[in-house]
Each structure stands twice: as C-alpha cells, then as structure tokens.
C-alpha cells in the first residue's frame, strides 16, 4: 500500500498525497497509468460514492492531457458520443467517469453503446482494511486527530467495507471528540461508533452480523 506511490507527474493542486493506494483501487490506477495501451483511446473509471474516483479523473486528465467527463451517466448520451469519436481522431484519451457502468447505467443511443461497449473499464473497488484504516487516519488527521495504530485496526476490522461507512466514522468520532475531550482509544471509538449505528453492541457492523451464519441452525 501506499499514498500515491506513483509514477505520474502529479499537478500540486490535486493534492496527489491525499490519494491511498492499496489493493482495492491499485488495478485502476495502474489501468489509467498505462492509457498509451488502451484499445480505444477512451476508458470508463466507475467505483462506489467517495472512493475518490473524480479525483484520480481530473488527476489523469491533467498528467496526460486527456479529457475527462464526471458524472458521464448523466450527460447527453449525443455529448459522449462526440467526445468518444473525437478521441479516437484525435488520439487524445478520453476518461469518462461514473458510478455504475452499463448495463447498470442505461444507454438509449444504440451507436454510444455499441461504443461503450468497446471501451475498456476502470473499477475501483470497495475499500480493503489497509485502506479503511488509511483513509480513517487521513481524514481524521486533517481534523486534528491521531489515531494509533490498534484503534484503527479494531475499527477496520468492524466497519462496514464502504467509502460511505468511513466518511461517515470520521464524522462520529470528531464529533464525539469535541464534545467529550477524551483521547482516541479502542473504547472511546467503539462508543462512538456504536452510538452512530455504525457498528452493535459487540462491536459488528451490521454487514459482518448479516454475514454471519444463523447459530440456531
């Protein structure tokens, strides 16, 4: 893992060290590292809400020249049509980016599709335990908090695995922090967390406990 060990040539107001890199996000990455091999000079970048995916977007597009269109689902299918041809004329590499990619993300113009169709895609995943435990720390760090190394891995280990559920964790245990003035520890968090309905009273998440098998079986 690492926070952009990467070898792009990254433009400072991205803030490129803000950027983890671990196993859920690395294929991507490298994927968008490589564009001169790309099939088609367009690539589809999807992954979960706050996975950082618009970032590394504006962040590929600024180290290669390339365009890139955010929220592509959302755009007139006649706009990504063009700049699909226009890439392919003008060999400069097009990075449409979105959530979901199609068929998830119903296309009606049946030439955009067939495009799409041939466009390599980008994923990035869910986020693993290294990076939950990285981005908690990062994003905790720019609230004025250190977490210790056993407080974030008692946390990775219970969280749910998404973007959303570790935004979600920094939130509750600053919040937590301001109001109560105690130190970051394993209890501390487990409090705060439990409070947030984030995790149970054991200390699962609500994934982990649907995960797990029926004991009355």
Do not use: C
């Not at 990467?6 to 991205?14: C, G, H, I, K, N």
């Amino acid at each position: 893992m690492s926070q952009f060990g990467l070898p792009f040539d990254w433009p400072a107001e991205e803030d490129q060290s803000d950027f983890i890199v671990t196993a859920a996000n690395d294929v991507a990455v490298r994927h968008l590292d490589r564009w001169g091999s790309w099939p088609v000079r367009a690539s589809l970048l999807t992954g979960p809400r706050k996975s950082g995916k618009s970032l590394l977007g504006r962040i590929f597009a600024a180290r290669s020249g390339g365009r890139l269109i955010d929220n592509a689902d959302t755009r007139p299918e006649d706009e990504l049509f063009h700049a699909w041809n226009v890439a392919q004329e003008t060999r400069v590499p097009l990075l449409l980016v979105s959530e979901n990619a199609p068929p998830q993300w119903e296309v009606r113009l049946p030439d955009l599709r067939s495009r799409l169709q041939a466009t390599p895609i980008a994923i990035i995943d869910q986020p693993d335990r290294p990076l939950i435990e990285l981005l908690l720390a990062k994003l905790l760090a720019k609230r004025g908090l250190v977490v210790a190394p056993d407080v974030a891995a008692f946390i990775s280990a219970r969280l749910e695995r998404s973007y959303v559920s570790i935004f979600r964790a920094a939130d509750l245990i600053d919040e937590a922090s301001l109001s109560q003035r105690r130190a970051i520890t394993i209890p501390f968090v487990r409090d705060a967390l439990m409070h947030g309905g984030l995790i149970d009273r054991e200390g699962v998440s609500r994934e982990q406990s649907e995960d797990e098998p029926d004991s009355t079986i």
